[in-house]
């Protein structure tokens, strides 16, 4: 059984700093490239960032130079790192795990980061 558990979200304020970390299980997960995606209310789930299972990297433009995507393959474990945040960030945060060759599309539940003062 796939399981992907997000944590770490929480309300901060404007300029503030919160890390996510994503824990997976049931998956060979350094094979598997993991990224997060966001869902604000009345929008699309949007990509936020990806990381392949070589380490490359791949950040929305809105967060270029905010956030860090990272893995660790030894804890099963993605993180994204997400600094200077500003309440276009406030949205449900996803984590994913995908495997193209194999056809494995997997998503966590999500948790919500807010934004506000």
């Known amino acids: 059984q796939v399981q992907l558990v997000e944590s770490g979200g929480g309300l901060v304020q404007p300029g503030g700093s919160l890390r996510l970390s994503c824990a997976a299980s049931g998956i060979i997960f350094n094979i598997y490239t993991m990224a997060w995606y966001r869902q604000a209310p009345g929008k699309q789930r949007e990509l936020v960032a990806s990381?392949?299972?070589?380490?490359?990297?791949n950040y929305a433009d809105s967060v270029k130079g905010r956030f860090t995507i990272s893995r660790d393959n030894a804890k099963n474990t993605v993180h994204l790192q997400m600094n200077s945040l500003n309440p276009e960030d406030t949205a449900v945060y996803y984590c994913n795990a995908f495997h193209m060759r194999w056809g494995h599309d997997y998503w966590g539940q999500g948790t919500q980061v807010t934004v506000s003062s």
């Open positions: 990381i392949t299972s070589g380490g490359t990297t």
